[in-house]
């Protein structure tokens, strides 16, 4: 199996802060990598797709990049709507596979 | 819109059996591969099962325990779960999309709300 590490596995930050999580694979995925944000109580939103492709209707605050092993999503001015979990998966093989998460906090 | 409503979700005992369904509406549910993940109370996402043109695959966890299947004429995906266990409990999302064709992967990019299972004493 494939594994995904994450890190860090929390973050405090402020609003308008640049913020990076970063995502590695056990093994090459080339880009078949998605990142996901999740709020309590509600299910995971796709953000990325394919590495680097924003999802349609996100903002564009939100990037992503990387190959191969080494992954990072980006949030270029952190939002107060964007306070959640993310967690990375790669779905270039099953069993699928996710990153532990990362919970975004106010700082 | 695309929608996906699950149910079925109830306390169960250690052993007993429950199927899960999703009806799939604002889409043609018959042309997607459709999966199952799973979140444990306070813990991380873990995929359960896809079932795609050519076949289903399962996570280690459930294999010979649960059962995807679809009933596309009612635009319904379902999980049988037998033998169930404690560390079972969790909500149940199913979502659409996932395999590879050709070249090509392609990633679960509509989740629903979830239904929660609680297997439990």
């Known amino acids: 199996d494939i594994q995904m590490t994450q890190s860090p596995s929390t973050l405090s930050a402020s609003v308008g802060d640049r913020v990076t999580i970063t995502c590695r694979a056990s093994q090459s995925i080339s880009t078949w990598l998605a990142w996901y944000q999740q709020k309590p109580g509600k299910a995971p939103k796709v953000l990325i797709y394919k590495a680097s492709s924003l999802q349609s209707g996100d903002p564009s605050r939100f990037s992503g990049s990387g190959s191969g092993t080494e992954f990072t999503l980006t949030i270029s001015s952190l939002q107060p709507d964007d306070f959640a979990t993310y967690y990375c998966q790669q779905y270039n093989s099953f069993p699928w596979t996710f990153g532990q998460g990362t919970k975004v906090e106010i700082k | 819109e695309v929608q996906l409503l699950e149910s079925g979700g109830d306390l169960v005992q250690p052993g007993g059996s429950l199927r899960l369904s999703c009806a799939a509406s604002?889409?043609?549910?018959?042309?997607?591969?459709m999966s199952w993940v799973r979140q444990a109370p306070g813990e991380g996402l873990e995929w359960v099962s896809t079932i795609t043109g050519g076949g289903t695959y399962y996570a280690d966890s459930v294999k010979g325990r649960f059962t995807i299947s679809r009933e596309n004429s009612k635009n319904t995906l379902y999980l049988q779960m037998n033998s169930l266990r404690a560390e079972d409990t969790a909500i149940y999302y199913c979502?659409?999309?996932?395999?590879?064709?050709?070249?090509?992967?392609?990633?679960?990019?509509?989740w629903g709300q979830g239904t929660l299972v609680t297997v439990s004493s």
């Open positions: 604002g889409f043609t549910f018959s042309a997607h591969v």
């Open positions: 979502a659409r999309g996932g395999g590879c064709a050709g070249s090509n992967c392609y990633w679960p990019d509509r």
